[in-house]
């Protein structure tokens, strides 16, 4: 593998995808800034810019609410895109910032891990520095999610829309939309076989074959959860109060767990003092992710929120609790096990977002069954943390033979290792500067 020549392919992708003072996941398919595509992107580019990937953190926490909410979307202030902006209307929303138009939703809290990331590459000046203007911004954030998102302060905070978890049609988010949140028209129109008509106002299946993307069907779901919480102006009181469901997402809860733990990392760095109750709500929430452990099968699953009753159908989210160094070394053990097993997770190019043998995979669509390289990324992290050094070395060899032999794609089949999705990506391509740098 020619390292210098893969490591110019992916620095000319994050070139031709910067806009300003952030990075483009890819800029037909997602011309906006994204949250958790930010955090990824900056880990990558720090290698060789670390002012550029103090920028990216920067801009993206330009869009914060004055709440502590941040946005899994700012969006781009251009003519061309007053649609986008229009679909999610932040304004109108007491919270959302004046200066800027954002998603009224958030996404998987990876900025901590990007801000410390970038931290071991400055000098122990500017390194503190740097932490002392971002870390109370990452802590107001954290306390929201840990306030707002936890309203009976249990420990686990609750996602109100799959794409808050970084991982949009996921099988158990899309069954309890299917189950719960389908609107009457919709299904009048998926009876009607009208549910196509759709295609004329997506933008991804004008660049991608509709069989890489979620569905119709889905794609209204999830727009119209989106006209419904514009409606109640992003007030969660208000959403909670008529949802029939929400979700404890054990992906995003560990991410959450790691980022909270690096989180007290920096404020000791920065020789700052935590806000007072935020180390507590730290504890109770990194050791609540054993209410998602279920011994039986050795995988943890998201839960209802509602009913408690945990979502049994495993994903690449139910091996994420890995990455949040929160579990125990037996349960580290288990997930290993099935991350292993042939007929599930240890597939030909890992790591499936959904197992192989799982109701509901499919090779080519989305998180339904593609392998993706930020994933695998957080899962060679916990990995390495827990010792199993073979098993991370395995997972980054393939991943990184897989941008090789294609470029930076989106995602890839975990079977048969075909590019999927948009070219060019971001994430992608910062990541595997970073795997190759390590």
């Known amino acids: 593998m020619e390292h210098k020549h893969l490591i110019k392919i992916c620095r000319d992708v994050l070139d031709l995808n910067r806009n300003k003072d952030h990075t483009m996941p890819a800029p037909h398919l997602y011309p906006h800034q994204w949250l958790w595509d930010s955090c990824f992107t900056a880990i990558g580019i720090r290698h060789f810019d670390t002012d550029r990937a103090i920028r990216e953190i920067d801009s993206l926490l330009e869009g914060q609410w004055s709440n502590g909410m941040i946005p899994n979307m700012i969006f781009d202030g251009a003519k061309r895109y007053r649609a986008d902006r229009n679909v999610w209307l932040s304004k109108s929303s007491p919270y959302s910032p004046d200066h800027v138009a954002t998603s009224g939703i958030t996404q998987p809290p990876l900025v901590a891990e990007a801000v410390m990331r970038i931290g071991e590459k400055l000098s122990k000046t500017k390194r503190v520095a740097f932490y002392k203007k971002v870390v109370p911004k990452i802590a107001f954030y954290h306390e929201w999610l840990m306030t707002e998102r936890d309203p009976h302060e249990e420990g686990l905070t609750l996602q109100i829309h799959p794409w ?27 009876k009607l ?44 009181t208000k959403i909670l109060h008529r949802s029939l469901f929400c979700i404890e ?29 935020l180390g507590q709500k730290i504890e109770k929430q990194s050791s609540s992710l054993q209410k998602c452990w279920d011994a039986q099968t050795g995988f943890f699953f998201s839960r209802d929120f509602i009913t408690h009753d945990l979502l049994k159908e495993p994903t690449i989210a139910s091996l994420l609790p890995l990455y949040s160094g929160a579990i125990t070394k037996d349960q580290a053990n288990r997930i290993v096990e099935c991350l292993m097993d042939r007929k599930s997770f240890g597939l030909n190019h890992p790591i499936p977002s959904v197992p192989m043998n799982g109701a509901n995979f499919d090779e080519v669509r989305y998180w339904q069954g593609p392998s993706w390289v930020n994933t695998n990324w957080l899962m060679i992290d916990g990995l390495k943390r827990y010792g199993f050094h073979k098993e991370a070395s395995m997972i980054t060899e393939k991943t990184l033979e897989l941008v090789n032999l294609h470029g930076p794609y989106e995602y890839f089949s975990a079977l048969h290792g075909n590019p999927l999705g948009a070219a060019d990506f971001s994430w992608t391509a910062a990541l595997t500067i970073d795997l190759l740098s390590d």
């Open 249 to 277: 997402d054990v992906g995003f809860n560990s991410i959450l767990a790691r980022n909270n733990s690096i989180l007290i990392d920096l404020y000791k760095e920065a020789r700052m003092k935590m806000p007072e109750g």
């Open 193 to 236: 076989h009208l549910d196509g008509l759709v295609s004329l106002f997506r933008r991804d299946t004008r660049y991608l074959p509709p069989g890489e993307r979620i569905t119709n069907t889905e794609a209204l779901i999830i727009f119209d959860m989106v006209r419904r919480f514009k409606r109640k102006s992003y007030d969660i």
């Open 164 to 190: 808050e978890t970084g991982l949009d049609n996921s099988p158990p988010w899309m069954g309890q939309l299917h189950e719960h949140s389908k609107p009457w028209w919709i299904a009048l129109l998926e």
